[in-house]
T-cell receptor, first 115, second 109 residues
Framework: DAMVIQNPRYQVTQFGKPVTLSCSQTLNHNVMYWYQQKSSQAPKLLFHYYDKDFNNEADTPDNFQSRRPNTSFCFLDIRSPGLGDAAMYLC??????????????FGPGTRLTVL | GQNIDQPTEMTATEGAIVQINCTYQTSGFNGLFWYQQHAGEAPTFLSYNVLDGLEEKGRFSSFLSRSKGYSYLLLKELQMKDSASYLCAVKDSNYQLIWGAGTKLIIKP
């Protein structure tokens, strides 16, 4: 089945210790997104790629970086995690990022705990 | 600024009908989505509305009024598995998805 895969599902890191979350997709979609979601809050878009074209949200902290080495994979790097970065990180894909009906497909998420 | 409003939590009884409302104020409009999110899981797509009116899909229906900036998700014949959060999201003029915080729906036997 075509899908969006995220690894790991649960990640524990220490305050200030870099961590990388990964996402892969078999949907062959052009656009990949990274969201941060805290409990009972809306998903917050961190950045997205249209193919290799990187788009950073204005309020995404510099502590968060991303790489998309090819169509299938995308990584989220948190350089120095703080306690406030503990959250669920969701990867999503879409065929395009225009065209209203184009829905986003989500991976299962990585729950990050910062000790 | 852009804003999506939904009730924080609702409770309903198994077998009943529930309506979850969403109001929005966005710069432009290119469609409205409803997603379902079970606790600790990823959102899954439920419906998309871009024209005024009701879209029916099995037990779930979604309604849109663009002039009022209003949508609702109607769930019929509620089942225990429908206990989840329901997120409303609007595509603005830049095709950016603006998300609501979600409505947590609790189903009681």
């Amino acid at each position: 089945d075509a899908m969006v895969i995220q690894n790991p599902r649960y990640q524990v890191t220490q305050f200030g210790k870099p961590v990388t979350l990964s996402c892969s997709q078999t949907l062959n979609h052009n656009v990949m997104y990274w969201y941060q979601q805290k409990s009972s809050q809306a998903p917050k878009l961190l950045f997205h790629y249209y193919d290799k074209d990187f788009n950073n949200e204005a309020d995404t902290p510099d502590n968060f970086q991303s790489r998309r080495p090819n169509t299938s994979f995308c990584f989220l790097d948190i350089r120095s995690p703080g306690l406030g970065d503990a959250a669920m990180y969701l990867c999503a894909t879409s065929r395009d990022n225009s065209g209203g009906a184009d829905e986003q497909f989500f991976g299962p998420g990585t729950r990050l705990t910062v000790l | 600024g852009q804003n999506i409003d939904q009730p924080t939590e609702m409770t309903a009884t198994e077998g009943a009908i529930v309506q979850i409302n969403c109001t929005y104020q966005t710069s432009g409009f290119n469609g409205l989505f409803w997603y379902q999110q079970h606790a600790g899981e990823a959102p899954t797509f439920l419906s998309y509305n871009v024209l005024d009116g009701l879209e029916e899909k099995g037990r779930f229906s979604s309604f849109l009024s663009r002039s009022k900036g209003y949508s609702y998700l109607l769930l019929k014949e509620l089942q225990m598995k429908d206990s989840a959060s329901y997120l409303c999201a609007v595509k603005d003029s830049n095709y950016q998805l603006i998300w609501g915080a979600g409505t947590k729906l609790i189903i009681k036997p």
